[in-house]
């Protein structure tokens, strides 16, 4: 992989040998951060982010909205927005039996409701097809730097991405703090490798 840091930290890496154990891990540090902390680490990210996003096409870009202690999003959000970019959240099914997620149009003010899981998602927007994205910004419990991540779980993202042809256009990148890099994510045949990582400390570009 190629990586580009803010300031030659190379994260922390786990030996953990389940991705339970990991997830639990990883969370139970998240659950810790400051609020001060939370804000700091999502400064770095987007001011890392601006150095970069020239390089990525960004008519069309899905994000998350930040629960539980997630590196914030907002201030790329409302940048992407500025800019004239077309912003999208995940939604989730009504159907509990249902793990796709559909992208909705969000601009910044649009009505948001809490679904399930707690986490707001747009209540009445268009949605879009998942190849016509430029990029999607995925949340993660932790990352590798092969480009694989751990979620939490559900299985709604790689449900989700597993619909993206072979020869997709649409770049994934993962969100994280620098503490969430681990020395493996112990991928499994379905997990779908993310095409770079960007934390408050560096961005890189995994080849897959």
Known sequence: FRAVNNNGNLGNSSGMTTKNTLRKEILEKRKFLLLQEQQEAENSLFHLWRTIKDSYKTDKVALYYAVNGEISTNRII???????????LPKISQNKNDKSLEFAFFNGGDSLTVNRFGIQEPKNSKTIELDELDIIFLP???????GNRIGMGQGFYDETLNKLPANKETQLIVLAYDFQEVESCIPEAHD?????????????????
């Not at 409302?78 to 999208?88: P, R, V, Y």
């Not at 993660?140 to 092969?146: G, L």
């Not at 490798?193 to 897959?208: G, H, M, V």
């Open 78 to 88: 409302s940048s992407l927005i500025a800019e004239g970019s077309e912003c999208f």
């Open 140 to 146: 993660c419990v932790c990352f590798d730097s092969k």
């Open 192 to 208: 779908i490798k993310a095409d770079a990582c960007l934390t408050p400390s560096k961005y890189l570009e995994f080849k897959n």
